[in-house]
T-cell receptor
Framework: NAGVTQTPKFRILKIGQSMTLQCTQD?????MYWYRQDPGMGLKLIYY???????DKGEVPNGYNVSRSTTEDFPLRLELAAPSQTSVYFC????????????FGDGTRLSIL | GENVEQHPSTLSVQEGDSAVIKCTYS??????FPWYKQELGKRPQLIID?????GEKKDQRIAVTLNKTAKHFSLHITETQPEDSAVYFC???????????FGAGTRLTVKP
């Protein structure tokens, strides 16, 4: 199993551009999460999904959108990139239930200039 | 929602000493408390976790304790080694909301 795979690993965007961060997992996990990690800080939950077709907002959802059309994929979309969205983005998954350890991807380092 | 506070933000110890990191949480409904280690530029990786029906859990040099009444939990690392140097995050999950909240992290430095 590859686990949780995120692409791209690095990206530089201009203010106002849009992009999609990809996340896919091959463990047949129902629950998937998107976090952002600002320099020297902890992880903030952006969005999560408990199954295909179901998504919900986390702590910091503004400026982002998600979709979950399949169990495997959970893309994160930035529509109008802003400098405040410069961060490292981590995708994570668990089989079921918030009382299980999360499996993280390697992260996407995004800079908005 | 749940709020997790973590202390200290930085911790420096001599090799062989013990290190203790403490976290408090706000919602008594939380029942799962993992600890993650993150090395520079890498993904967070689970090192130990504890559920609310257990007061203490050990795994070799690492232990976690939970005080549900006081709503705090701690990570204990004994006989620290330079390779323990990393950022450690605590987290607490609200089972009903499928949400997990993280502390701000502790940067541990083990001096040889």
């Amino acid at each position: 199993n590859a686990g949780v795979t995120q692409t791209p690993k690095f990206r530089i965007l201009k203010i106002g551009q849009s992009m999609t961060l990809q996340c896919t997992q091959d463990m047949n996990h129902n629950y998937m999460y998107w976090y952002r990690q600002d320099p020297g800080m902890g992880l903030k939950l952006i969005y999560y999904s408990v199954g295909a077709g179901i998504t919900d907002k986390g702590e910091v959802p503004n400026g982002y959108n998600v979709s979950r059309s399949t169990t495997e994929d959970f893309p994160l979309r930035l529509e109008l990139a802003a400098p405040s969205q410069t961060s490292v983005y981590f995708c994570a998954s668990i089989a079921q239930g918030a009382d299980q350890p999360q499996h993280f991807g390697d992260g996407t380092r995004l800079s908005i200039l | 929602g749940e709020n997790v506070e973590q202390h200290p933000s930085t911790l420096s110890v001599q090799e062989g000493d013990s290190a203790v990191i403490k976290c408090t949480y706000s919602d008594s409904a939380s029942n799962y408390f993992p600890w993650y280690k993150q090395e520079l530029g890498k993904r967070p990786q689970l090192i130990i976790d504890i559920r609310s029906n257990v007061g203490e859990k050990k795994d070799q040099r690492i232990a976690v304790t939970l005080n549900k009444t006081a709503k705090h939990f701690s990570l204990h690392i004994t006989e620290t080694q330079p390779e323990d140097s990393a950022v450690y995050f605590c987290a607490a999950s609200l089972v009903w909301s499928n949400d997990m909240r993280f502390g701000a992290g502790t940067r541990l430095t083990v001096k040889p």
